[in-house]
């Protein structure tokens, strides 16, 4: 097995908010920031954060010198200043762009950063309108807010909301493809380049950029196909299969036996085949390679990204899978070996009692919204966390800019009448994807 690496790192956003501390307290201080950003502040460049050597704090010379390396005068940039540290009094003085506050604790920090954010359009919601507003979600500032509304109206709920929104993982186009890792050199060692023809799957949107690619002038001439016929083509010995994702891997094994029993072994094994998935969780994957040594299918390889690997099985699961347990008759069992990293991320939901409550929330109303014939009461146990945290129980939050996974929470694309301690709704999600009612979770 091997991977493409690590994906593209997006371009990074002019800095608008610095927050300065002591060294002694930048786990703390890392912790706060964290609590109130998105997901992957710290490669943005839109908010940095600054550590003093603590024997420096009252040296306004040092520490603006290292302030000035990070930050122009005519630089619209808010300087958050904690722990007293000393500033000299011209970075954001008269004919300076930059603003500084003052944070001397941790809940005035808590308020000052939510505010300079907010100004800078860095909130959650702004940021999210921003991120969303383009492309094929269209979606509008009023749109996430009712969406954040409907937690509120369900018992006070908007924490957890908040929570997923800080978490949400999302992959635009910019970043799927280049966690493809499809250079020139790596895309002319096969004879063919193999795509989900199914319908309602992504492969039709990620054919359609392979085949720009496939444009230059070094690699005009490589033809795409599904994947079926691209292994009964004879001509084609090297074949490149592209998905953007996989989770349980119940698509592929069904693929790959149906090839199995319609194709010679010896044609089959005579292929060279790169499966190419830019996110992959650990439970598919290890499905999947089991079912291709189970098969003596090892010209078959199993490719993704580095960033894109959702490790989603304890050490326990992994075993369990890696020695052929099986996904559908034992469902129960390695859903008990399940690992959330959404709901892993302590600073999230600061204590145990509102991770539990969080956890609860979104497995109560995913529950109702896949199964909605069920006794959401009586049912909604951890049992019934695949599907009501989504595919797998993995409980992701986790999107395209082209579509999202149902491996990620009901809560963000199902929609429709739920409860909760007698208060009720209809559902509204904030991604619209096209779900049928009968439409099975592999």
Not at 54 to 70: G, N
Not at 268 to 280: G, N, Q, S
Request: charged residues 25%; glycine residues 8%.
């Amino acid at each position: 097995m091997s991977s493409t690496g690590a994906i593209n790192s997006p371009d990074k956003q002019p800095l608008r908010v610095l927050v300065v501390c002591l060294n002694s307290r930048e786990a703390e201080i890392r912790r706060i920031v964290a609590s109130h950003s998105f997901k992957g502040w710290e490669v943005s460049g839109e908010i940095g954060l600054l550590t003093i050597p603590d024997r420096l704090r009252q040296f306004e010379t040092a520490v603006s010198r290292e302030v000035e390396k990070k930050t122009g005068k005519s630089e619209p940039v808010s300087i958050i200043v904690c722990d007293g540290i000393g500033v000299d009094p011209a970075i954001g003085g008269e004919g300076d762009e930059r603003k500084v506050v003052k944070a001397p604790g941790p809940s005035v920090l808590s308020q000052k950063l939510r505010n300079r954010l907010r100004s800078h359009g860095l909130d959650l919601v702004s940021y999210w309108t921003k991120q969303l507003s383009s492309g094929e979600w269209d979606m509008n500032r009023s749109h996430i807010e009712s969406w954040i509304s409907q937690f509120e109206r369900l018992g006070q709920h908007e924490w957890v909301a908040e929570g997923l929104l800080r978490n949400l993982d999302y992959w635009s186009w910019l970043r799927l493809t280049g966690a493809f890792g499809l250079t020139p050199s790596y895309l002319s060692n096969f004879d063919c380049i193999g795509f989900n023809e199914k319908m309602g799957s992504s492969g039709h949107r990620i054919r359609s950029i392979v085949s720009k690619l496939l444009e230059q002038p070094d690699l005009r001439g490589i033809p795409t196909a599904s994947l079926s016929q691209a292994v009964s083509n004879p001509g084609f010995r090297r074949i490149l299969f592209i998905e953007d994702a996989m989770f349980t891997g119940t698509e592929m094994i069904q693929g790959f036996s149906e090839l199995v029993n319609k194709t010679e072994s010896h044609i089959l094994r005579a292929k060279t085949i790169d499966l190419l998935f830019p996110i992959c969780a650990s439970l598919g994957k290890h499905r999947l390679d089991y079912f291709l040594r189970s098969n003596e299918l090892s010209s078959v390889r199993i490719r993704h990204s580095d960033q894109g690997y959702l490790n989603v099985l304890t050490p326990e699961g992994v075993e369990a899978v890696r020695e052929g347990m099986s996904w559908e008759a034992n469902r129960p069992e390695i859903l008990k070996h399940v690992v959330r990293p959404l709901f892993a991320e302590g600073f999230i939901w600061k204590t145990e009692d509102r991770l539990g409550r969080a956890i609860s929330f979104c497995r109560s109303i995913g529950w109702q919204l896949t199964c909605p014939k069920a006794d959401s009461r009586e049912t909604a146990g951890p049992c019934c966390d695949h599907p009501a945290l989504g595919t797998g129980g993995f409980g992701l939050a986790l999107a395209y800019s082209h579509s999202i996974p149902r491996a990620s929470l009901p809560l963000f694309w199902a929609e429709g009448p739920v409860e909760w301690e007698g208060k009720t709704l209809k559902w509204i999600p904030l991604f619209k994807r096209p779900v049928l009612r009968d439409e099975s979770f592999p």
